[in-house]
């Protein structure tokens, strides 16, 4: 990801935004943190961008900086075989967003969000982790094959369908 200075930012924010004060671009800019501007940017050249809803699921990259000092938290053949982990992508679900008053912001620059890990017995574990909004790519449920599973199965407890994960193999 490339990220832009203030210079540049103005530049993609006037094109787009016709006949805006220059007062007030200079306080939208010294008033944005890096990721939010990032984020317009992203925004102006992607059209297929879904936005962050609460509860949603997104998936992120394993290597991401954000995550890469969990690496000890799990076992990655584990997450691979219950379906929570497919080459490039581990899955989560967005909790709430960081501002300050209650109400969730589906724009704000960064998220409250628990990514699915397992536990000792190879079960779901939820480990809740704060993500930037750039971090986080925006999924379907059933996208996650162990919540596709599961929901085939839906009337397996934990303890059966972490079973039926490790007898498929």
């Given at each position: ?22 007062n ?32 949603c ?10 995550i ?28 709430s967003?960081?501002?300050?008053d ?9 998220f ?26 925006v999924?379907?449920k ?28």
């Open positions: 990801m490339i990220r832009i200075n203030n210079k540049t930012f103005k530049k993609i924010l006037f094109k787009h935004v016709k006949e805006i004060d220059d007030i671009l200079n306080a939208i800019c010294d008033n944005l943190c890096t990721t939010s501007k990032q984020f317009i940017v992203d925004r102006v050249f992607d059209s297929h961008y879904v936005p962050i809803k609460k509860d699921y997104f998936r992120i990259d394993i290597d991401s900086d954000s890469r000092y969990l690496k000890d938290q799990y076992n990655m053949d584990i997450l691979t075989d219950m379906g929570l982990f497919d080459g490039t992508y581990i899955y989560g679900q967005v909790t967003s960081k501002n300050y209650d109400d969730f912001h589906s724009h704000y620059h960064s409250r969000t628990n990514l699915f890990f397992h536990d000792e017995n190879n079960k779901l574990k939820e480990y809740e982790v704060g993500l930037d909004i750039l971090d986080i790519e999924v379907n059933h996208d996650i094959t162990y919540f596709s599973i599961k929901d085939k199965y839906n009337t397996m407890s934990e303890d059966e369908l972490a079973e039926f994960l490790y007898k498929k193999k």
